[in-house]
């Protein structure tokens, strides 16, 4: 494994320098590889060294200087030099050996106990995303929210923390008022239990309508909202019966994306809260009352009032902020959390007040993952609403790509299969770029089976997959390494070196595009051994070590596909 040998490289020239080992190993980095060049595995940039020890303008002399008093050994087959540092070519049979057999002892966790993420916080994570509002369709709008978050779920346990997944919903406010007077006149019980969500939507649809012209509708809203707040029993039990339909509408949308959940929370539990945080924030001489009356959380450097967010409106009403912050500081309080993550669009306001907030108490936990906009999601039939239709789409054009490709197998349940291509390929669109840009989405771009999609992931763990019915030596551990001397292995090889390295920065900027990169990277590599390297027809002793070489191929496939959300496909 990389650490292995990033140790040893480290061991080597820590003699020289006189530096701990542990102060190199992070500025030791793993070559990404070069197709049509052969290529080292490490470099060790010397102006990246602690301590200043070598002249920053004097970086290929340095460089050659601590080439010159290294050695090669056992493990380091080859040093040299590039522009500014020393490289390292591991010793090929090691290299081999070492990986493969690493890969297949550790499974999903390989590459996750690295010297790389030693230092890696391990605590308890918090991690709100998704958050639709009850009583709505799950808007398209929020797919982004639910993969990140998801995603990043995923990252922080894989690496060892522990993890509260949290859906914090919109189920207060007067959107209930609307539907709980609107719903007597527009509601259809019936209708109600076919399709909750739809007829939720447009009965709010219509007295929303209603409500603008009518000032009579407007009042009853309000009536119905306040015997709300008063715990009248039936407004309660239609709200109750709103949110629960809702939630269970919600639980299908995320069983089809494989998302999941550890607590649902929701607005309405901090309304009455929201009063003593109120208190608290005032104890802790964070609130100020603005010119017109309204009580703030001063966000200004200068206390000048320059930056506000308003908790409290001058009539003393508290607003949806104060229930938001009402909850995270419960969070706190029932949690005790090191850290907690929202991948919410609209929380900036909610993080600046949490952090003044934690500030006084000595803390820095709070982070907010930000994220642009999808454009030109489109079904056949016009602009796509919901996510339930983009799901739909999905797994419609990937059934009718299935049928029309002369590869594909025949599976199971093919709307299934379709359905897990689709999924797939909408989060690699997703993840290519930067979270925090906006981007186009195209349906033919995203479905294609070759290029970066995850259609092409897909595929070739499927095909890698099918490869395991051809070994009939599985359980045996060793191998011949001679037997994998193709340019095509070393480069992937090389390729697994990177891995820990891939997940520390993806862990550290939470920017899933390092490790779809990455995977594609391997995915492309994967398609070079396969021609290359035959399985049938070749000696038991070949076919052992190159099926063992596809199966580590595979199996760190499977874990970044796993990482990003994606669920792997053993056939298609």
């Keep these: 494994m990389a650490c292995l040998f990033r140790r040893a490289i480290a061991e080597q020239v820590s003699q020289v320098l006189g530096l701990p080992p542990e102060k190199l190993i992070p500025h030791i980095h793993a070559i990404q590889v070069h197709r049509k060049q052969d290529s080292p595995d490490f470099q060790l940039y010397v102006n990246s060294v602690p301590g200043g020890q070598f002249n920053a303008a004097c970086q290929m002399e340095n460089a050659q200087k601590l080439a010159s008093k290294l050695a090669e050994n056992s493990v380091i087959s080859q040093i040299g030099t590039g522009r500014g540092s020393v490289t390292f070519r591991i010793n090929r049979d090691l290299l081999t050996?070492?990986?493969?057999?690493?890969?297949?002892?550790?499974?999903?966790?390989?590459?996750?106990?690295?010297?790389?993420?030693?230092?890696?916080?391990?605590?308890?994570?918090?991690?709100?995303?998704?958050?639709?509002?009850?009583?709505?369709?799950?808007?398209?709008?929020?797919?982004?929210?639910?993969?990140?978050?998801?995603?990043?779920?995923?990252?922080?346990?894989?690496?060892?923390?522990?993890?509260?997944?949290?859906?914090?919903?919109?189920?207060?406010?007067?959107?209930?008022?609307?539907?709980?007077?609107?719903?007597?006149?527009?509601?259809?019980?019936?209708?109600?239990?076919?399709?909750?969500?739809?007829?939720?939507?447009?009965?709010?649809?219509?007295?929303?309508?209603?409500?603008?012209?009518?000032?009579?509708?407007?009042?009853?809203?309000?009536?119905?909202?306040?015997?709300?707040?008063?715990?009248?029993?039936?407004?309660?039990?239609?709200?109750?019966?709103?949110?629960?339909?809702?939630?269970?509408?919600?639980?299908?949308?995320?069983?089809?994306?494989?998302?999941?959940?550890?607590?649902?929370?929701?607005?309405?539990?901090?309304?009455?809260?929201?009063?003593?945080?109120?208190?608290?924030?005032?104890?802790?001489?964070?609130?100020?009352?603005?010119?017109?009356?309204?009580?703030?959380?001063?966000?200004?450097?200068?206390?000048?009032?320059?930056?506000?967010?308003?908790?409290?409106?001058?009539?003393?009403?508290?607003?949806?902020?104060?229930?938001?912050?009402?909850?995270?500081?419960?969070?706190?309080?029932?949690?005790?959390?090191?850290?907690?993550?929202?991948?919410?669009?609209?929380?900036?306001?909610?993080?600046?007040?949490?952090?003044?907030?934690?500030?006084?108490?000595?803390?820095?936990?709070?982070?907010?993952?930000?994220?642009?906009?999808?454009?030109?999601?489109?079904?056949?039939?016009?602009?796509?609403?919901?996510?339930?239709?983009?799901?739909?789409?999905?797994?419609?054009?990937?059934?009718?790509?299935?049928?029309?490709?002369?590869?594909?197998?025949?599976?199971?349940?093919?709307?299934d299969t379709a359905e897990k291509i689709g999924i797939a390929a909408l989060i690699i669109q997703d993840f290519k770029g930067p979270l925090l840009s906006d981007y186009k989405f195209q349906w033919d771009q995203a479905l294609q089976s070759s290029g970066d999609t995850g259609v092409f992931l897909q595929y070739t763990h499927a095909r890698l997959h099918s490869l395991l019915n051809l070994w009939e030596t599985r359980e045996k551990e060793e191998f011949d390494a001679n037997c994998l001397q193709d340019p095509s292995v070393s480069s992937t090889l090389q390729h697994f070196l990177r891995y820990d390295e891939v997940i520390h920065k993806t862990l550290k900027e939470l920017q899933p595009r390092y490790l779809v990169s990455y995977l594609m990277g391997l995915g492309h590599l994967a398609n070079v051994a396969h021609h290359s390297l035959h399985v049938k027809g070749s000696s038991p002793d070949v076919a052992h070590a190159r099926l063992l070489f596809f199966n580590s191929i595979r199996v760190v496939l499977a874990n970044g596909m796993r990482l990003l959300g994606i669920t792997p496909l053993d056939k298609m």
């Design 97 to 415: 050996k070492t990986i493969l057999r690493k890969i297949n002892q550790d499974g999903s966790s390989y590459g996750m106990n690295s010297e790389l993420l030693s230092n890696t916080p391990r605590g308890l994570t918090l991690v709100e995303y998704s958050s639709p509002n009850i009583a709505k369709k799950f808007h398209v709008g929020h797919l982004r929210s639910t993969i990140i978050g998801n995603f990043i779920a995923n990252l922080k346990e894989a690496v060892g923390c522990k993890v509260v997944r949290m859906n914090y919903l919109g189920d207060w406010g007067f959107q209930f008022g609307l539907l709980g007077a609107g719903f007597s006149k527009y509601g259809c019980e019936e209708k109600l239990r076919a399709n909750p969500l739809q007829h939720l939507f447009e009965v709010y649809v219509k007295v929303s309508a209603t409500a603008e012209k009518d000032e009579d509708m407007k009042r009853s809203a309000q009536d119905f909202m306040q015997r709300l707040e008063n715990g009248h029993p039936q407004a309660l039990s239609l709200w109750t019966h709103f949110r629960d339909l809702s939630i269970e509408e919600y639980a299908k949308v995320y069983k089809r994306l494989g998302v999941q959940f550890d607590e649902y929370s929701g607005e309405s539990f901090y309304t009455e809260k929201a009063q003593d945080i109120l208190k608290l924030l005032k104890s802790k001489e964070i609130l100020k009352t603005a010119g017109d009356g309204k009580i703030v959380v001063d966000l200004s450097e200068q206390g000048d009032l320059s930056t506000y967010s308003t908790v409290m409106r001058s009539d003393g009403t508290s607003l949806y902020i104060t229930r938001d912050l009402a909850a995270a500081i419960d969070r706190m309080e029932k949690y005790n959390f090191d850290e907690m993550i929202y991948v919410i669009k609209v929380k900036k306001h909610i993080l600046n007040i949490c952090l003044k907030f934690w500030r006084f108490l000595g803390k820095n936990i709070c982070q907010h993952v930000k994220f642009g906009r999808v454009q030109g999601m489109q079904t056949r039939r016009g602009d796509v609403i919901f996510l339930e239709d983009v799901l739909d789409e999905a797994r419609s054009r990937m059934l009718q790509n299935m049928a029309n490709s002369e590869t594909s197998k025949k599976t199971e349940d093919p709307a």
